[in-house]
Structures are given as structure tokens and as C-alpha cells.
């Protein structure tokens, strides 16, 4: 079982910046690897970034390529994605999801395992 708990949403105006963390519980975090999706009101839970096992690999939504860094500290059993230069189209829920199985299926959420109860970022215009 693995408990997870995002932290690090607000408003921001557009262009900003915001980073997001992503505690995980338990001691088997190093055997996840990890995803940030997000929802926005009306439209459908999107991949956003995953980083693998180790944070050896990652992979990026085009939407925040260049934009978006997830990266992870397995001595912290946190994940992080550092969010910059920040629209109002990235306005959504984000949530983490912990995955155990497939590397080749991160960008689809039923590969996940763990979800966490997401955190709310607001840009504004």
C-alpha cells in the first residue's frame, strides 16, 4: 500500500512559476515509477510527465515540454514537478500516481496504481 499526498498548487499569474511535490508513504517507492496527470473542469484526466524507477528516464507531454521538470528523490519518497513559464491553459487538478508494471504504458492512468488527491493550480491571465 502506498499512500501519496501532493502539496505546492496556488494561483499564479501567467508566466510564472510553481513547484509541486509528491510524498509517498511506505518503503517500496524506489519500485514505482511515478506520473503527474492533471484535469482540468470539464475535460478528461491528461498525462502530463512520468520519470522512472530510478529517474534515469522521463517523458513529457508536448503541451509542457520544455516547460515542465518532474524529477524524484527516493531518499524522500517525494516526486517533483517544477512548473515554469506557466498559462492559464495549464490551469487543472494535478495528481501523482505511483505505477509499478509497465514503463511502456506511463502515459495511460489505469497503469497506475496509487493516486493521490491532487492539488489545485490556478493561472491567471
Known amino acids: 500500500q502506498v499512500q501519496l499526498v501532493e502539496s505546492g498548487g496556488g494561483l499564479v499569474q501567467a508566466g510564472g512559476s510553481l513547484r509541486l511535490s509528491c510524498a509517498a508513504s511506505?518503503?517500496?517507492?524506489?519500485?514505482?515509477?511515478m506520473g503527474w496527470f492533471r484535469q482540468a473542469p470539464g475535460k478528461e484526466r491528461e498525462f502530463v510527465a512520468a520519470?522512472?524507477?530510478?529517474?534515469?528516464?522521463?517523458d513529457y507531454a508536448d503541451s509542457v515540454k520544455v516547460r515542465f521538470t518532474i524529477s524524484r528523490d527516493n531518499a524522500q519518497n517525494t516526486v517533483y514537478l517544477e512548473m515554469n513559464s506557466l498559462k492559464p491553459e495549464d490551469t487543472a487538478v494535478y495528481s501523482c500516481?505511483?505505477?509499478?508494471?509497465?514503463?511502456?504504458?506511463?502515459?495511460?492512468?489505469?497503469?497506475?496504481?496509487?493516486w493521490g488527491q491532487g492539488t489545485q493550480v490556478t493561472v491567471a491571465s
Open positions: 511506505g518503503r517500496t517507492f524506489s519500485t514505482y515509477f
Open positions: 520519470i522512472s524507477w530510478s529517474g534515469g528516464s522521463t
Open positions: 500516481a505511483a505505477g509499478r508494471s509497465f514503463w511502456s504504458k506511463r502515459r495511460s492512468p489505469g497503469e497506475y496504481e496509487y
